[in-house]
């Protein structure tokens, strides 16, 4: 398993473990859960806590792209990378199912990037 910055994610004895799912090319939502996450991680230095960020486009954020994601939002939580079966089956442990659809939509760059994710969590619920 690759990890941007470098530490190994481990299970310990927090009180609080937070597991965010994320991906770098996210335009809207990803951003501002990775800012709501520093806030709370800021605020919990009396407790126990892990913070951990994973990656739902393994294919695009490696390691490097994961590390400039942190730096650029000023975060220091693992974020973890892989293989897309290293990944997937922490998502299968989550009941994660990760779907890509992708739609053209040209940025700024005029580059095509996959824009829509879908989770469908246990029991067939999906966002």
Not at 20 to 33: E, N
Not at 107 to 116: A, E, F, L, V, Y
Request: with cysteine.
């Amino acid at each position: 398993m690759r990890i941007a910055n470098h530490i190994r994610y481990t299970r310990g004895d927090a009180e609080v473990n937070v597991v965010a799912f994320i991906f770098t090319t996210c335009a809207d939502a990803c951003p501002i859960l990775t800012h709501n996450l520093a806030q709370a991680h800021a605020e919990l230095d009396d407790i126990s806590h892990q913070f951990v960020s994973i990656t739902v486009d393994p294919e695009f954020d490696t390691p490097s792209v994961l590390k400039e994601y942190m730096e650029d939002r000023s975060v220091s939580w693992p974020h973890l990378s892989g293989s897309y079966e290293e990944i997937k089956a922490i998502w299968d442990n989550f009941q994660i199912n990760v779907t890509v659809t992708e739609i053209e939509v040209a940025d700024n760059n005029h580059s095509k990037r996959p824009t829509i994710l879908q989770f469908v969590y246990t029991g067939g619920i999906s966002s």
